[in-house]
């Protein structure tokens, strides 16, 4: 592919109110996360470069592209696993660049991953709630909770909205491919987190489990913002409100799903000369 020069990001709503500062130089901002010419270098290989951006409070957001796009690496970089060697990143104002991930975790951004991270071993509810006591106060007790306390409480709940009560007694194990990620989502939800990264969430998923992960994903509440990476594109545009896309690290475009589905050099590069 031809390389991509001078590309510019779009400013999604909110940009302006993102850019503001008091008179401390804290940054304002009613976005949920703002990206400021993050890049994440492996030695002489910038898998990220420059990605600027900007997700509203409450905003569904995709990020599309190729294999090697850059768009795993950055989730990498906003989670920290893998920090931005340039850059910084804002979480709801405050910036987290230098935070690890578990600090983040606990200001209420959540990730799931493209392989599962499961318990195979035990049952969807006993995964859920672990996930629960795992951001809950208290969490390394030993004691057994009880029917109405919270952990348990909640666990119930999430059973409810990852649409997995039907099969709660069930070993992780013996679940279909489908009903796994549903779990991911599900522990994702645990602890009521502002922002979810979803890594394809949609990989390997049958056509019956497409349309159950897009049901689950219109569900969430509208205050909730998330970040999806997915390669299936019907998916990816019927969810969300905003897309990214990016090419060798770089953002590409950014616009509505109708701008970036008629955009022709996205449909050039990714998607064909037919969508």
Not at 45 to 50: E, P, S, T, Y
Not at 162 to 184: F, K, M, P, T, W
Request: glycine share 8%.
């Amino acid at each position: 592919m031809a390389s991509i020069t001078s590309l510019r990001t779009a400013a999604p709503r909110g940009a302006a109110a993102a850019s503001a500062t008091n008179p401390g130089g804290q940054l304002l901002s009613g976005d949920a996360l703002t990206l400021s010419g993050v890049t994440r270098a492996f030695g002489a290989l910038r898998a990220v470069d420059d990605v600027s951006l900007n997700v509203a409070a409450g905003q569904k957001y995709a990020i599309l592209g190729s294999n090697g796009a850059g768009k795993t690496t950055l989730f990498n970089a906003i989670t920290g696993d893998f920090p931005p060697t340039a850059g910084r990143i804002h979480f709801f104002g405050e910036d987290i660049t230098d935070l690890p991930p578990h600090e983040r975790i606990r200001k209420g951004l959540r990730r799931t991953y493209q392989s599962s991270l499961l318990f195979r071993d035990l049952t969807v509810r006993d995964n859920l709630f672990l996930a629960v006591r795992g951001v809950a106060s208290g969490r390394f007790s030993f004691m057994r909770p009880r029917a109405h306390q919270a952990s348990t409480v909640a666990t119930d709940d999430l059973l409810e909205r990852a649409r997995l009560s039907h099969i709660a007694d069930e070993l992780v194990a013996n679940l279909a491919h489908g009903q796994q990620r549903q779990l991911e989502i599900g522990m994702a939800l645990a602890g009521a987190p502002r922002l979810i990264l979803f890594d394809e969430p949609a990989a390997g998923l049958s056509p019956a489990e497409r349309r159950e992960l897009v049901a689950l994903l219109t569900s969430l509440p509208a205050h909730m913002s998330f970040v999806l990476i997915e390669h299936d594109l019907d998916i990816a545009l019927r969810v969300v409100d905003r897309v990214t896309v990016m090419h060798n690290g770089r953002v590409l475009r950014t616009g509505s799903p109708a701008e970036i589905e008629g955009d022709a050099q996205v449909q050039a590069i990714y998607m064909g000369s037919k969508h």
